[in-house]
């Protein structure tokens, strides 16, 4: 607990209006502060001990040791002994000549690409057209774009499973308008199922961001640049892309950084080793007796590659919650 | 029903030189377009998103009432899947009838546990301003962003190997989901701590009301719709949970429907329509809280304007 300030505490809250400063003496202000901080004990004592700790017994166990007989993984909690065995070992497996893990590795790019973008192209248009045209419309389009955030996503996987059997309707259909493809075995290892899969089942989030953020956008601005003289493609470029921007980025993070983690989407729609993923990767070592160190690791690089993009994604809402304010 | 609307206007503001710069390359023989035109292209392309988004789930809805083993061909309506004889329908079935308990209690528990947590946590962050409450404020959003996966693992092995008097199992299960959660009330709380602003509070101290006093009696009333929203955000939440609690989970006993489902879409143990009717048990808690949720939220918020487009969205964590 920081002592108190002499300084009165900076009014932030309100509109910013001019405060006539009160008059309180350290004590009151103590008192208050005793009771803030013990409003967010509780809260920030589960996020310590269940957040915060969880992620250093992965690096204990990463950098320890491995029981020889029973094959059970065995922290070791002073950073002096750290070992970086398993670090080198996943390395290798990564980047190694012959990795086993090279291929999940890109795997997980590629498709993370792949499935963001698609994504982010058909999530956008929806969104600004519910925001911008969907006039008195607006609240039937609002509760069928919610509707799928309802649904489970175990639903949706096993929704399209139905649809992509070999007899099922997909296949049905393009046999129907004799298209080619028709006897595709859709489950069977396919990385367009598991793309496909992906966009269906984080799209619904991203939409969900994306008209939050182009429903705020200030309507007169576009009216301003039409007045301006700006014709309708120069305004959407010129001034609700710049505007949307924050938006689009924080609606790619929210479904780029789950997708990273998946495992099951592909285990579900095709649970062929062709299409696994890091997420897979990181389960079965966890999985596999005396392999439990080198999963942390591969956990912990995974971690690592992404503490850049989340930390810009917290310091942007930090800010922006700032500016709010 | 609160929307705003742009009202049709009869035509263009001509006389304006912006509009008639616009218009400076377009050919004199073609009709002026009406720049308050319906966008075809646009809402031909949301509807079939919506059908994209919507008729999968509907059809295997359907098949949860197929009369047979199928889950692509209709073979006629029954109900043999949720209650039949035998073993292979939710209610005869102790694996399956275990599981929608076990979510139930898994929503039931972590709400309870995170919304006051989060909501005490929020007011306090955004009271005690001080570079600890900045960075604990930090540390929330980290864990509104963490894949899954991540948070899961490290659970696991903090679990296993530190907290050892938290077995795995349900306990372990509402301890991770509760860090999990978390956010939601914090965020949603807090975002509207920041929109009520100090004035309320401010005036009930003046007129003599202490601070605890103040907070019950004047913010508590003010922030209950979003406690609320954030209250169904955690539970719906739950219910679709699926990586923490397989991680997490020891026995079939403790495995809620997510987790059930996912064990048993490659296995032959149970057939493809009893998995549909599991999941749509599941769509219909999620249905039933978001349409309890949406009514409720509407009723406290009901003086205030564009109150359903308001509920919806607040209702969805927006």
């Known amino acids: 607990m920081t002592p108190p300030s002499r300084q009165p505490a900076p009014d932030t809250a309100g509109s910013g209006r001019p405060r006539v400063p009160r008059r309180r003496d350290d004590r009151e202000r103590y008192g208050t502060r005793i009771l803030w901080a013990g409003f967010a004990a509780p809260g920030a004592i589960w996020l310590i001990v269940l957040f915060v700790v969880p ?141 496909l899969g992906l966009v269906y089942g984080y799209i ?7 008209y939050a953020g182009l429903d705020r956008i200030d309507k007169n601005l576009l009216e301003a640049s039409r007045d301006l003289g700006l014709g309708k ?45 890091i997420g897979n990767g990181i389960e079965g070592l966890l999985g596999s007796p005396g392999e439990q160190g080198q999963g942390a690791a591969l956990a912990l690089l995974l971690l690592v590659v992404l503490l850049v993009p989340m930390g810009y994604y917290v310091i942007s809402t930090a800010r922006a919650s700032r500016e709010n304010i | 029903m609160a929307v705003i609307a742009e009202k049709p206007r009869p035509a263009a503001p001509m006389h304006l030189p912006g509009a008639q710069r616009e218009r400076a390359g377009w050919p004199k023989f073609l009709p002026r377009p009406n720049p308050w035109r319906r966008a075809w292209f646009l809402e031909s392309f949301t509807w079939l998103y919506l059908i994209w988004s919507i008729v999968p789930v509907a059809l295997a809805v359907l098949f949860s009432f197929n009369n047979g083993k199928s889950q692509s061909s209709w073979q006629g309506f029954s109900l043999q899947w949720y ?54 404020s930090f540390v929330m959003i980290f864990s509104f962003v963490v894949p899954e996966l991540l948070l899961a693992v490290a659970l696991f092995f903090v679990v296993t190997q530190l907290l050892r008097f938290i077995p795995l199992g ?42 605890i006093r103040a907070m019950w009696r004047v913010l508590a009333p003010m922030l209950m719709p979003a406690i609320f929203a ?14 923490i609690v397989e991680q997490l ?67 969805a964590g927006m």
């Open chain 2, 83 to 136: 209650v039949g004889k035998g073993d292979t329908s939710v209610l005869h079935n102790p694996e399956l009838h275990h599981a929608v308990i076990q979510t139930l209690v898994l929503a039931g528990l972590t709400t309870v546990i995170t919304v006051p947590l989060g909501v005490a946590f929020a007011i306090g962050i955004d009271r005690w301003r001080s570079r600890t409450a900045a960075g604990l």
């Open chain 1, 233 to 277: 493609w120069r305004t959407f470029w010129r001034v609700t892309v710049p505007l949307a921007k924050p938006t689009i980025i924080a609606g790619s993070f929210v479904t780029v950084l789950p997708m990273l983690g998946d495992y099951y989407t592909n285990q579900l729609l095709s649970a062929a080793p062709g299409t696994t993923m």
């Open chain 2, 170 to 211: 349900t306990y372990a299960e509402v301890a991770g989901l509760v860090v999990w959660n978390l956010s939601w009330p914090a965020i949603v709380v807090r975002a509207r701590l920041v929109t009520i602003g100090r004035v309320y509070e401010e005036a009930a101290a003046d007129l003599g009301a202490s601070r």
């Open chain 1, 204 to 210: 619904p989030y991203l939409i969900l961001v994306l």
């Open chain 2, 249 to 315: 989970s020891s026995t079939a006993n403790t495995q809620p429907m997510s987790v059930l489902i996912y064990s048993n879409v490659h296995s032959a143990g149970l057939p493809g329509p009893a998995l549909n009717a599991l999941a749509t048990i599941m769509l219909g808690f999620s249905l039933i809280v978001a349409v309890l949720g949406l009514l409720v939220y509407r009723f406290m918020t009901r003086q205030e304007r564009h109150g359903s487009t308001e509920a919806l969205t607040s209702i």
């Open chain 2, 230 to 243: 954030s209250a169904v955000l955690v539970f719906a939440g739950v219910i679709d949970d699926f990586v």
């Open chain 1, 55 to 195: 992620f250093y017994v992965m690096l204990a166990v990463a950098a320890g040791q491995i029981n020889a007989f029973f094959q059970t993984a065995v922290p070791v909690w002073n950073p002096l002994d750290w070992s970086g065995a398993n670090f080198a070992t996943v390395w290798h497996d990564v980047f190694g000549p012959g990795a086993f893990l090279g291929g999940q590795a890109v795997r997980t790019v590629v498709y993370t690409a792949i499935a963001a973008s698609l994504c982010l192209a058909i999530a956008f248009p929806v969104a600004y057209f519910v925001s911008r045209y969907s006039g008195r419309r607006k609240t039937l389009f609002l509760v069928l774009l919610i509707a799928p955030f309802w649904v489970s996503y175990m639903m949706r996987m096993l929704a399209w499973i139905d649809l992509l059997q070999t007899n099922g309707y997909v296949n049905r259909a393009l046999a129907f308008f004799r298209l080619p493809g028709h006897n595709t075995n859709w489950l069977g290892g396919d990385s367009v199922t598991v793309v």
